[in-house]
């Protein structure tokens, strides 16, 4: 039996049915105009962010959407060469992404070292280098791709083991990164 509220295949959407009016006072939501953010009382007025984001300084965000996707460009174009330089066969075992993954997760764990202990940074260049060039360089949609495409061919097996190989050997580059770094600079601090 068709349910009136989902319109069949192909059909234009049924309107939900009005609500019941008992002369009851409704909430201010139900009065805004319809072209109104949701939240928000008139068409003019922005919709509240939501409590967990809290109120940015004035600027900082789109500063850093623009760090984070100059970044985000950086390294998917690095990702991308490194992919034209050591092609995957079809079948073949995904080194390239699984190399691309363990050397950005390394450099993660050096950047965030150097950047808390030793350097004093300017505001931008934590979210351009970790969250835009690295975040942009590693990738899951890449690793998610070639697993389906191991199992797809047949490479079951394969498929698993790359499946926890990637994240097992991305945990420990950064932990061994994170650890050698902080022994260099430990080291660098005591010979001063």
Not at 81 to 102: C, D, I, Y
Not at 120 to 136: D, H
Not at 179 to 187: E, K, Q, S
């Amino acid at each position: 039996m068709h349910d009136p509220r989902h319109p069949p295949l192909g059909g234009p959407p049924t309107p939900p049915p009005p609500p019941p009016d008992d002369g009851a006072t409704r909430p201010a939501e139900d009065t805004a105009p319809p072209d109104a953010p949701h939240g928000a009382q008139t068409a003019g007025e922005p919709a509240p962010l939501p409590p967990f984001l809290g109120r940015p300084r004035a600027g900082t965000r789109w500063e850093v959407l623009a760090v984070v996707a100059a970044g985000g460009v950086v390294g998917a174009s690095a990702r991308y060469g490194a992919a034209l330089a050591w092609p995957t066969s079809r079948g073949g075992f995904p080194w390239t992404t699984l190399s691309v993954n363990v050397i950005g997760c390394a450099l993660i764990g050096v950047f965030l070292v150097v950047l808390q202990e030793a350097w004093k940074a300017p505001a931008l260049v934590r979210p351009f280098a970790a969250t835009g060039v690295l975040g942009g360089f590693t990738t899951f949609s890449t690793y998610a791709v070639d697993v389906e495409r191991l199992i797809h061919d047949g490479k079951t097996s394969t498929a698993v083991g790359y499946l926890a190989l990637t994240p097992l050997a991305a945990l420990i580059a950064v932990w061994c990164a994170v650890a050698a770094t902080d022994r260099a600079l430990r080291g660098r601090r005591s010979a001063a």
